[in-house]
């Protein structure tokens, strides 16, 4: 088999190509049913994860600031289902001393997403899987990163939330112009909020996987399924606002069956932006797989 060895000039020749072989990997990888997966692990851990880091930023920030800052986030991935976290949350938030019992079971609901997510990015990355292998301490340890990283953002955004509300309704002048930043923070709390999930999206296409991925890759894959699910999101709350008959399916359960559809929608975008990645590279080392040479050898 010939070795293509520039393969972003052979996609923009063939973008059509290129996406019918990411659909069909894809659909060989049984994707759908891996978003699934870490849609459901997500629900599981979403609760925890929030809790277990909010009531290690409560020792140094007051609770109720916590709760706003991160039902505005909330809101941002699934609108209008922010209380019924919140008011799960907040349970464990008002308790600043929990039991070691707790704490342990906390860390493992939390971790449970990261370990799933790993696991379906290796069937996926499956031609690097043959060749490099992760020590299992290792994989032990990258959820427990993830849930201290996510706090430090979480920190990080609190704290920058807190001075741009100094400002807000302030005037300034410059010349002939004048500008008064009301909604201001809003504004710079959604800037954020995208920026942060570009950055952890990024490093998700980067760690997950074993063996290294370019940077630039993993950036352009990120800035993708931040945009892709940026018009899913927009989408799915004008589907459920006027045309769903959800609540009369599903009662009480609705919050969670949308939640949970959120959840699997986001799961697909992830694993489909990976599935390009990894066709683009498996294009570069010239592998053989199932459709790929007859896109690898053509012209």
């Known amino acids: 088999m010939t070795e293509w060895k520039s393969p972003g000039k052979k996609i923009l020749r063939h973008p059509l190509r290129f996406l019918k072989q990411v659909i069909t990997s894809f659909q060989a990888n049984q994707g759908i049913l891996l978003s699934g997966a870490v849609a459901y692990y997500t629900l599981l851990s979403i609760i925890p994860l929030f809790s277990l880091i909010l ?3 409560s020792h140094i920030i007051e609770p109720q600031q916590l709760l706003k ?3 505005e986030y909330i809101n941002l991935v699934f609108p209008g289902q ?4 919140i008011e799960q949350i907040s349970l464990f938030t008002t308790q600043r001393h929990i039991g070691w019992l707790l704490l342990v ?3 493992f609901f939390s971790s449970m997403t990261f370990t799933v997510l790993e696991n379906t990015m290796s069937i996926i990355f499956f031609h690097r899987v043959n060749i490099h292998r992760r020590h299992f301490l290792v994989s032990a340890i990258i959820p427990y990163c993830y849930i201290i990283v996510l706090g430090l953002g979480i920190l990080i955004i609190i704290t920058i939330s807190g001075a741009l509300q100094v400002w807000e309704g302030e005037t300034i002048a410059f010349l002939y112009w004048s500008w008064t930043l009301n909604g201001f923070t ?3 709390l959604y800037i954020l909020g995208v920026a942060g999930l570009i950055l952890m999206l990024t490093s998700i296409y980067m760690v997950m996987p074993v063996g290294k991925l370019s940077f630039k890759h993993a950036l352009v894959g990120s800035i ?3 945009f892709l699910w940026e018009i899913a999101r927009h989408i799915l709350v004008w589907y459920f606002s006027t045309l769903s ?8 359960l609705t919050s969670a069956i949308i939640v949970l559809l959120f959840l699997e929608v986001g799961a697909m975008i992830l694993l489909f932006g990976a599935q390009m990645i990894a066709e683009y590279e498996r294009i570069g080392y010239g592998d053989s797989c199932q459709g790929c040479e007859e896109f690898v050898t053509s012209d």
């Open 105 to 107: 079971i906390l860390l």
């Open 82 to 85: 922010a209380s019924v976290f």
């Open 55 to 57: 009531i290690g930023l």
């Open 69 to 71: 800052i991160t039902s």
């Open 224 to 226: 993708s399924a931040t």
């Open 186 to 188: 809003k504004t710079i």
């Open 245 to 252: 008959m959800v609540n009369m399916v599903y009662g009480s």
